[in-house]
Structure formats: C-alpha cells, structure tokens
C-alpha cells in the first residue's frame, strides 16, 4: 500500500499516465466554461484539482483515503488556503459543471446506479461527467489467466470482477450507461478504433439530462 506521497511521486513519474492525465485534463479544461466549478471525485493526491484550480475553475475534492487526503493537503496547500480548492466530506457537498473522476476511481464500485444518482444532485442541468476507466478490451491484459476466464462474462453480460484485496472492476461502456440513466447521457466515449484494443484506459463522458 503506498502512503499518499508514494503514490504521488509514482504517477509523477510514469510516462504513460502523464499523457492519459494529459488527455483527460485537456478534455476536462475544453468543456468546462469560463469559471465552471468542478468536483474531482477520487481526487487521489489533488494533480488533477491542482491544475483545474490555476485555470480559474472553483474545484471541489471528494477522496475517501486519509493517506491521499493527507498529501493533498501538502501538495494543494496554497490552493486550499486561497479557497481555490475546498475538500468536501461528501460528493454532494457542492453544485458544479463538470464531475470528473480519473485513473479508474469508478472500477471501484460494483454498481453505478447510485452514485449517479446521488450525481445528478451534484450536475448542473447540461453539466457532464467524464470518467476514466480501465478499458476491459484491452489487449495487453490478454496475458494473464483472470482476463482469459472473463472474456466470455465480458461480452454476454459486459462486466465482471477481479479477485482480489480491492476487487477491480470491469465494464463495457453500455453498463455504465444503462447504470446512469435516466440522469446523464453517455455522449462519447473514447479511444475509438485501434485504440479501443490498445489503450489501458477508456474515456467517458456524460451530460447531465
């Protein structure tokens, strides 16, 4: 398990999360409005709310962990001191545009009915929710044995769970939107193409309703 600073300097470090942060932060920072408010839900260390605080967007952070919530307090200091970013004990503890939920936060649950219900409390009319998850067609995960044994539950049901001490799971886009309706519209989803068998993670990107 790392501690918050661990976890920070990893992902500082990796290449290839950079450019998905890249991406996500691109897409993020392009539909949200001139001062649009944005709730980072999973906010991990605060990387993300840091860098839609400096553009001008009230920023809101929900992260369960004490370990994460620990360093984003050190990493998000002045941010937080300026009101630039506030921490929330609860993802309905603010109004905003834009929900954003990055590096897999939403693998965690089982079943997303609920939590975009308790969304829509939190979306403005027209406002969006852009999540980043772990892609289930991903071909890289074709070498281990878990990814083998569920590609039959993956295509007749569009889901299934790893085995394992935070039991990650997987979804096919259409489950995730059969789970956010009658609240938010999945309106795209990327990558398209080749890049649906050969990137780790998928893009998602609901509108309120």
């Given at each position: ?67 994460m919530r620990d360093y984003l307090a050190v990493h998000c200091r002045d941010e937080i001191d300026g009101q630039r970013i506030v921490a929330v004990p609860s993802p309905i503890g603010c109004k905003v545009q834009m929900v954003t939920a990055n590096f897999a936060v939403l693998n ?102």
């Amino acid at each position: 398990m790392h501690t918050g600073e661990q976890y920070h300097a990893v992902m500082l470090a990796s290449r290839r999360d950079s450019r998905v942060r890249d991406r996500f932060q691109r897409i993020a920072l392009n539909l949200l409005g001139d001062g649009g408010g944005v709730l980072d839900f999973g906010a991990g260390t605060g990387i993300d709310a840091k860098t839609y605080a400096a553009h001008g967007h009230p920023t809101f952070v929900y992260e369960p962990s004490q370990a994460m919530r620990d360093y984003l307090a050190v990493h998000c200091r002045d941010e937080i001191d300026g009101q630039r970013i506030v921490a929330v004990p609860s993802p309905i503890g603010c109004k905003v545009q834009m929900v954003t939920a990055n590096f897999a936060v939403l693998n965690h649950f089982a079943d997303h009915a609920g939590l975009f219900e308790e969304l829509s409390c939190v979306v403005q009319p027209g406002g969006f929710v852009l999540a980043s998850m772990l892609n289930p067609y991903y071909l890289g995960d074709a070498r281990y044995g878990w990814w083998r044994r569920n590609l039959f539950k993956l295509l007749r049901s569009g889901r299934y769970a790893i085995p394992s001490e935070s039991r990650i799971h997987r979804f096919a886009p259409r489950v995730v939107a059969r789970a956010a309706a009658p609240y938010f519209r999945l309106e795209r989803v990327q990558p398209r193409g080749l890049g649906r068998f050969t990137d780790l993670y998928m893009f998602l990107l609901f509108r309120r309703t």
